[in-house]
């Protein structure tokens, strides 16, 4: 079946596996940033604003981790999936990234840039998750060339 749903399915796998895979590499490395950006700006201790910044680094690194484990927890699953696990299911919690959980960014303005940036980068990457999975889940189109090919055959 050309064009058809049977072609986009076995085109679209492939590709999807593909995403999954440099997502998660993606992510397992953001991760490790996060660890030692959020461990070195805790040990430092340079933070203006003593114990209540001490107090909002730590909120923010349990967001940011947060944020980063749901990801990988979301592309793990899709790596069973893709290998046929029977207990990895399309209807599963896992295969449903969330909702975002935001950062506080009065918060993080106190921070040094790199955590800044990681927590930035986390933000990023779930929102390219989450926006990957809308649509995975969204019915397939017609590619624009399969639409005048219709409108030729009409007429013909």
Known sequence: ???????MVAIDIPVQRA??????VEAMLLADEAHAAFAAQRD?????????MQIGLACESLK???RLMHII?????RRAMFAGDPGAGPHDSAA???APLAADWDICAGFQTPVRRIIAASERLFDRIAAIEAGWASPPTAAPVHALLAQLEARL
């Open 44 to 52: 430092l201790g340079d933070l203006g604003g003593g114990a209540l």
């Open 73 to 77: 927890a979301w592309l793990l699953h």
């Open 64 to 66: 940011t981790t947060t």
């Open 1 to 7: 079946m050309i064009g058809g749903r049977t072609n």
């Open 96 to 98: 449903r990234i969330g």
């Open 19 to 24: 995403q999954v895979e440099n997502l998660y």
